[in-house]
Structure formats: structure tokens, C-alpha cells
């Protein structure tokens, strides 16, 4: 899919981690507009091998 090297604002007090649009357009905005309206589950796996869960809504 791709890589994105974490930052202070991904893992700090918002509890987000922010996705770079062309990727957010690119991989999860196929999977249709009601999908990510309601938040969309993805499963992703860091380099260790821990799987990590997050919900992906658009920030419009």
C-alpha cells in the first residue's frame, strides 16, 4: 500500500493518525463515499509484526 514514517501529531493527545490525501484518495476513497462516511476499519501491520486497527473517515 504505502509507508508513512509516524510524527509527533500522529501519536500524541488527538488520537489521529493523519494519512496523506493522495493516498487517502488513492486506497480507501474506492471503497465508496457510505463506507467512508460511516468510517471504514483497516487492518495494518508495522515492521515488527504487531497488527494495529484504525477507523479511516475523511476529514472534510
Known sequence: MFKKPL???DVGKLNKLV???QHAERYFLQQGADA???GML???EDEPGKCWR???SSGK
Open 42 to 44: 483497516q487492518g495494518f
Open 19 to 21: 494519512i496523506p490525501k
Open 7 to 9: 510524527t509527533p501529531s
Open 54 to 56: 484504525f477507523r479511516y
Open 36 to 38: 467512508v462516511e460511516k
